[in-house]
């Protein structure tokens, strides 16, 4: 498509359950990455993705975050056992990255999915 | 450690006027910066981005500056309008990694 879809829009989950949040990429697109916007705060970096591969997952909360891109499936973040803190809107962004031939110029740009806001009771 | 400020916090100015939004970064070993808005309760929209080659990048009425040798990148919005109120966020990627640092961003209000 031609918009990052994310998928739910909201998401409620007592503490200690799990959720799952889906992320589609714009078609073409091989880099995937995951946001964490809590309270309107600051983005924090999750992890990125360059197909399927891990790219950086250094603001990963590796103990109950998890992430996955698979070929011809959407990308998903998921967290085991949710705590309260985990209340936050996640955006997923894709991007083509690298020198576009036929534009002449950098496409580097991340495009910024709609986000799915998660509320942990 | 990498990290990204933006000044102001927040803005206010009266429909016309030209403002600039400052945006400085640690380390100047950077692979791109973007510029993004973002309305309340709404995801970002990609307002431009400079790879760390170029000095500077223009849409419409935007036009963002970077100098990597003193860490910093403005973006410059001439003659303001209301619908130009949002928050304006700053995000500098690393060379390195795939990693993107936010600024924590400037509100923006334009009064009409």
């Known amino acids: 498509g031609e918009e990052v879809a994310q998928t739910p829009k909201h998401l409620v989950r007592g503490e200690g359950q799990k959720a799952k949040l889906y992320c589609a990429p714009i078609?073409?697109?091989?880099?995937v990455f995951w946001y964490q916007q809590v309270l309107k705060n600051e983005f924090k970096f999750l992890i990125s993705?360059?197909?399927?591969?891990?790219?950086?997952e250094t603001g990963m909360p590796k103990e109950r975050f998890s992430a996955k891109c698979l070929p011809n499936s959407p990308c998903s973040l998921e967290i085991q056992a949710t705590k309260l803190e985990d209340s936050a809107v996640y955006f997923c962004?894709?991007?083509?990255?690298?020198?576009?031939?036929?534009?002449?110029?950098?496409?580097?740009?991340?495009?910024f999915g709609p986000g799915t806001r998660l509320t942990v009771l | 450690k990498q990290e990204v400020t933006q000044i102001p916090a927040a803005l206010s100015v009266p429909e016309g006027e030209n403002l600039v939004l400052n945006c400085s970064f640690t380390?100047?070993?950077?692979?791109?910066l973007q510029w993004f808005r973002q309305d309340p309760g709404k995801g970002l929209t990609s307002l431009l981005l400079?790879?760390?080659?170029?000095r500077e990048q223009t849409s419409g009425r935007l036009n963002a500056s970077l100098d990597k040798s003193s860490g910093r990148s403005t973006l410059y919005i001439a003659a303001s309008q209301p619908g130009d109120s949002a928050t304006y966020l700053c995000?500098?990627?690393?060379?390195?990694?795939?990693?993107?640092?936010f600024g924590a961003g400037t509100r923006l209000f334009v009064k009409a």
């Open positions: 962004a894709s991007s083509h990255r690298g020198y576009a031939l036929s534009a002449e110029q950098f496409r580097n740009e991340q495009f």
């Open positions: 078609k073409g697109h091989s880099y």
């Open positions: 993705f360059q197909n399927e591969n891990v790219f950086d």
């Open positions: 380390d100047s070993a950077i692979y791109n």
């Open positions: 400079i790879q760390s080659s170029q």
């Open positions: 995000a500098v990627e690393w060379t390195g990694g795939f990693k993107t640092i």
